[in-house]
């Protein structure tokens, strides 16, 4: 499932942690990940928070090997957009080293990726759910050809994805200069454009099922007291169902609506124009 590193020299040597069971024997405690031992609520986790930072000193190197299989790594994460598998991976890794030389932590917002620069942000969205999460790449793998991120257990947490195991997900590159949907704020606290979300749409979630995308806007005017839409495009060839609150009628501030539905799973939603 999970590469470790081994560094010497100032070059690094990345191994396919899924290898055999026999070459985890000598590092890992643990034969088969799983969880935590005991329920832990991760609904309240917050996503990594994009900010600049340089590579990382470890894991990085391109190209490099695993399981006789040769990989290189994207020079940039700009612009990185693709569809896949996700898997996760848990307590067999807690504590251990990350590719990058940090230190696994799988109740933190992090993830492993084959090519993407360390670090790197991304935004994951669940396709069969909508739910979305923002996290921290420091780690390579998954080292399995179908699959393309491996999350933290927090975040498969979140995207409601534990007990399948996988889930068809987009991954979406976050530059730190373009961040996250944020409002400026005054002085007062209150964001200073809400004013000019009034008659806007925000947008929460795409999914690939109609059924969900309806079945989704409708939770959400129940819950958000907004009106919501399911409007139809297509990405790739492919149909896809975007849900949206509005028009807004301004009885809430963006502030208030942001983290109402971070809180339900839904961290990249974002104004948009009306068509």
């Known amino acids: 499932m999970k590469p470790w590193l081994i560094a010497g020299l100032g070059a690094a040597l990345l191994l ?22 005991s329920d832990v609520d991760m609904s309240k986790v917050p996503d990594a928070v994009p900010r600049v930072e340089p590579p990382s000193r470890w894991g990085n190197k391109s190209p490099y090997t ?35 030389g940090e230190v696994y932590d799988m109740y933190q917002m992090s993830a492993a990726h084959k090519a993407l ?11 069969d759910n909508g739910r979305q999460v923002v996290v921290r790449v420091n780690d390579r793998g998954p080292f399995h050809d179908e699959r393309i991120i491996d999350l ?4 498969a947490y979140r995207l409601d994805m534990l007990g399948k195991g996988t ?15 944020t409002a400026e704020h005054g002085r007062s606290g209150v964001p200073a ?13 795409a999914l690939s099922s109609v ?8 939770e959400l005017q129940a819950l958000l007291n907004e009106p919501a839409l399911v409007e139809s495009a297509e990405r790739d060839g492919r149909a896809l169902y975007r849900v949206r609150l509005g028009p807004l009628s301004g009885s809430h501030t ?5 983290q109402q539905l971070s809180q339900a799973g839904y961290s990249g939603a974002h104004l948009v124009d009306l068509p």
């Open 66 to 100: 695993v399981l006789g299989k040769r990989y290189s790594v994207m020079p940039s994460a700009e612009g990185y957009q693709q569809r896949g598998v996700a898997s996760w991976y848990g307590k067999k890794f807690h504590g251990h080293t990350t590719s990058n």
């Open 167 to 181: 889930a068809r997900v987009e991954v979406e590159a976050i530059t730190a200069d373009a961040g996250l949907m």
């Open 211 to 218: 059924s969900g995308a309806e079945a989704l806007a409708a």
């Open 254 to 258: 963006l502030n208030w609506l942001l």
């Open 16 to 37: 396919g942690g899924c290898a055999s069971k026999q070459d985890n024997a000598g590092r890992y405690s643990i034969q088969q990940d799983r969880g935590p031992d």
């Open 117 to 127: 620069p360390l670090p790197s942000y991304v935004r994951v969205t669940n396709l």
């Open 193 to 205: 454009g809400d004013a000019a979300i009034t008659g806007r749409l925000l947008q929460v979630a």
């Open 152 to 155: 933290s257990y927090a975040a």
